[in-house]
């Protein structure tokens, strides 16, 4: 895949996954040479070869032209050398598993091979990034930047300053967001940051009201859907993102802020009974070919 387009100083994102691609892509769209690093150059190729198709189904639906697809492709570059990856950057952003010791590990060889004014951008979900950014020894450049699933599609960017990050780099993440398109909010480094923080205390409380007979699944989601205009209900929420990624988030923000965020009974039992939501195929919900429905997860 050749790299063209010298506007601006060009990306790293390391870790081409889920959120990685979809990052890439919005890099690219926006301008921006884009460099995508994995494990392996067939790991990294496919994510290239995802986002052809994914631009090519924009083609198809006339909400983008075959020309500007082709432009978006040819500022993309797959690689398996981080330190390629890296060379001349303005910023790397990583986007591997949310595993403190292997972000650190990445982030480390980004600082040791990147320009040295390079932002050390992490799309960590919650992980500490005043302590990645203390244990990286380069806590002046490390910005959290939390893009949300799809990234192309999703308007916001919450940044996360740590306690060292420099205004220069809170500046150059929200020169950033507004490439890119998207509403950015700016967090500092505390647990859960903004939004899983304010997700998971409308998730816990949900069940909480399921656990006291206030309502059923239904018609709970229902008041956050009609009421609030929620695109989802938040039992239907957590059937998707899976019972047992809410439970871990949960007790780390019971450990860290208190008791608001005790996990409810009924999530503990649903996760001990392997109800983990649309990926075990049963939750809140009972997830059938013909779509998602409702159940009492006590009957
Ligand atoms: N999935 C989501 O909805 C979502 C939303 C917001 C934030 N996040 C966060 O984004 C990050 C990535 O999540 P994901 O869902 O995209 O994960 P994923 O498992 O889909 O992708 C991770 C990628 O990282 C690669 N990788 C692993 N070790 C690597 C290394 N040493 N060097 C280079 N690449 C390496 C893997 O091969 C894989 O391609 C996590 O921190 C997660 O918490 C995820």
């Known amino acids: 895949m050749s790299e063209s387009g010298a506007r601006l100083a060009p990306i790293a994102v390391v870790g081409t996954g889920t959120m ?24 990294a190729e496919g994510a ?18 075959a020309a500007e697809r082709q432009a978006t492709l040819d500022r993309l570059m797959a690689c398996d050398d981080l330190t390629v990856a890296v060379a ?10 949310e595993r403190l010791d292997l972000k650190l590990q990445v982030l480390t060889k980004v600082r040791d091979a990147a320009p040295p004014d390079a932002i050390l951008a992490s799309n960590t979900s919650g992980l500490s990034i005043t302590e990645l950014g203390r244990r990286l020894d380069a806590g002046s450049r490390i910005l959290g930047t939390h893009f949300f699933n799809p990234p192309p599609a999703m308007p916001l960017l919450e940044l996360v300053r740590g306690m060292h990050t420099a205004k220069a780099t809170i500046e150059r993440g929200l020169a950033l967001a507004a490439e890119l398109g998207k509403t950015p909010i700016v967090v500092n480094d505390s647990p859960g940051f903004a939004t899983s923080r ?11 009201m399921l656990e006291a007979g206030v309502a059923s699944v239904q018609d709970i989601d229902r008041a956050m859907e009609l009421g609030y ?17 809410r439970l871990a ?7 860290e802020v208190g008791d608001q965020f005790r996990p409810p009974t009924l999530l503990r039992q649903m996760v001990r009974a392997g109800w983990l939501g649309k990926k075990t195929g049963r939750g809140f919900y009972r997830w059938t070919d013909e779509g998602p429905v409702p159940t009492d997860p006590r009957s």
């Open 20 to 43: 990685g691609r979809g990052i890439a892509q919005l890099c690219a769209a926006a301008g921006y040479r884009t460099r995508l690093c994995d494990v392996d150059m067939a790991t």
């Open 48 to 65: 290239v070869e995802g986002i052809a198709s994914s631009l090519q189904r924009r083609v198809a639906k006339a909400k983008l032209s």
């Open 88 to 97: 001349e950057v303005g910023i790397a952003i990583e986007s591997v598993p």
């Open 198 to 208: 304010l997700g998971l205390a409308i998730g816990a409380e949900a069940i909480r």
């Open 229 to 245: 205009r929620h695109p989802m209900g938040p039992l239907k929420l957590g059937d998707l993102v899976g019972l047992d990624v």
């Open 249 to 255: 988030i949960l007790e780390h923000l019971y450990r």
